[in-house]
C-alpha cells in the first residue's frame, strides 16, 4: 500500500493486487512468518497473526498458503528466517517515502530498493532523514454499509483506538500502534470485516505537487512494490 489510505485508492489498489495476486501472496505470506515466529501460530492468542490472517482471506488468499506461513514461522516446516528494515527515500518535488522490507537478505533488499529509486529519478536518504514527517499508527478502513457509526465508534473507542474518521463511504479507524492489535482483536471478535489493517506510516505534513510529478511518483511506487522485499511504501504527498 501506498500513501495514507482512502477509500478511490484502496479501490484502485484492490484491482491492482488482483492483476499481480503472486506479489500480494508473497506480501501476506511473509507477514504471517514473521507473526508466527514472534507471536505463535495460535491466532486466538496471536493478536498480530489473527489481524494478518484476515487481511490474506480479504484478499482471497488460499487456507493451505496461510497454513504453510504459519508452520514456516512456528519451525513445523523449514522455512527462510526473515528480518523486517526499513528504508527511507526522496521522490519527485521532495516528497518523503518509506520503504518497509522483510528480507532474508539485507545486502540485497538494500540494493534493489536503491535501484529502484535511481531508475525513477528517486534518491534513497539515511536512517531519519524521512521518518520525522510521519508518524506510526495503527489504521483500519470499513466500508459503511458494514456497521453503524455509533456502534463502530463505541467498539473502537472501548477497544483503545484514538479516533474514528468517517468518510462517505467508509470509516478509518486510528490507533496507538500499542493498542492497533487489541483495537484489531475487538472487530475480528464482532466479526466485523475490515478493508485494510495494519500499522501504517501517516504522515504529519503532506507534500502539495503537480500532476506531473504526481504520475513520476506513481511510477516510483511501483517500481518500489515490484522489489520482492518490500512489503510497503508510505509517501507524503498530498492526496
Same mark, same amino acid.
Given at each position: 500500500?501506498?500513501?495514507?489510505?482512502?477509500?478511490? @485508492?484502496?479501490?484502485?489498489?484492490?484491482?491492482?493486487?488482483?492483476?499481480?495476486?503472486?506479489?500480494?501472496?508473497?506480501?501476506?505470506?511473509?507477514? $504471517?512468518?514473521?507473526?508466527?515466529? =514472534?507471536?505463535?501460530?495460535?491466532?486466538?492468542? @496471536?493478536?498480530?497473526?489473527?489481524?494478518?490472517?484476515?487481511?490474506?482471506?480479504?484478499? @482471497?488468499?488460499?487456507? %493451505?498458503?496461510?497454513?504453510?506461513?504459519?508452520?514456516?514461522?512456528?519451525? #513445523? $516446516?523449514?522455512?527462510?528466517?526473515? #528480518?523486517? $528494515?526499513?528504508?527511507?527515500?526522496?521522490?519527485?518535488?521532495?516528497?518523503?517515502?518509506? +520503504?518497509?522490507?522483510?528480507? %532474508?537478505?539485507?545486502?540485497?533488499?538494500?540494493?534493489?530498493?536503491?535501484?529502484?529509486?535511481?531508475?525513477?529519478?528517486?534518491?534513497?536518504?539515511?536512517?531519519?532523514?524521512?521518518?520525522? @514527517?510521519?508518524?506510526?499508527? /495503527?489504521?483500519?478502513? $470499513?466500508?459503511?454499509?458494514?456497521?453503524?457509526? %455509533?456502534?463502530?465508534?463505541?467498539? =473502537?473507542?472501548?477497544? /483503545?483506538?484514538?479516533?474514528?474518521?468517517?468518510?462517505?463511504?467508509?470509516?478509518?479507524?486510528?490507533?496507538?500502534?500499542?493498542?492497533? %492489535?487489541? +483495537?484489531?482483536?475487538?472487530?475480528?471478535?464482532?466479526?466485523?470485516? =475490515?478493508?485494510? &489493517?495494519? +500499522?501504517?506510516?501517516?504522515?504529519?505534513?503532506?507534500?502539495?505537487? &503537480?500532476?506531473?510529478?504526481?504520475?513520476?511518483?506513481?511510477?516510483?511506487?511501483?517500481?518500489?512494490?515490484?522489489?520482492?522485499?518490500?512489503?510497503?511504501?508510505?509517501?507524503?504527498?498530498?492526496?
Amino acid at each position: 500500500m501506498a500513501g495514507h489510505s482512502k477509500w478511490a @485508492n484502496i479501490a484502485a489498489k484492490k484491482a491492482k493486487v488482483d492483476s499481480r495476486r503472486g506479489k500480494v501472496f508473497s506480501v501476506l505470506s511473509k507477514e $504471517i512468518t514473521v507473526a508466527a515466529r =514472534t507471536g505463535g501460530g495460535d491466532i486466538n492468542f @496471536n493478536i498480530r497473526l489473527r489481524s494478518v490472517v484476515e487481511k490474506a482471506r480479504f484478499h @482471497n488468499m488460499p487456507a %493451505d498458503n496461510i497454513t504453510r506461513a504459519i508452520q514456516k514461522g512456528t519451525g #513445523e $516446516i523449514p522455512g527462510i528466517v526473515y #528480518e523486517e $528494515i526499513v528504508y527511507e527515500g526522496y521522490g519527485p518535488a521532495g516528497v518523503g517515502v518509506i +520503504v518497509e522490507c522483510t528480507t %532474508d537478505n539485507k545486502n540485497r533488499s538494500a540494493g534493489e530498493v536503491r535501484a529502484a529509486f535511481t531508475k525513477q529519478n528517486g534518491n534513497m536518504a539515511g536512517a531519519g532523514a524521512v521518518s520525522y @514527517n510521519f508518524v506510526k499508527r /495503527g489504521q483500519i478502513i $470499513i466500508a459503511k454499509e458494514v456497521i453503524a457509526e %455509533d456502534k463502530l465508534m463505541e467498539l =473502537t473507542l472501548e477497544a /483503545g483506538a484514538d479516533d474514528l474518521l468517517s468518510f462517505d463511504t467508509h470509516y478509518e479507524i486510528l490507533t496507538s500502534p500499542h493498542a492497533y %492489535d487489541t +483495537v484489531a482483536a475487538a472487530l475480528t471478535k464482532a466479526k466485523i470485516q =475490515t478493508i485494510e &489493517s495494519q +500499522v501504517a506510516y501517516l504522515p504529519n505534513v503532506s507534500v502539495p505537487i &503537480s500532476a506531473e510529478d504526481r504520475e513520476k511518483l506513481n511510477k516510483l511506487v511501483e517500481a518500489l512494490e515490484a522489489v520482492d522485499d518490500v512489503q510497503y511504501v508510505w509517501h507524503n504527498a498530498e492526496e
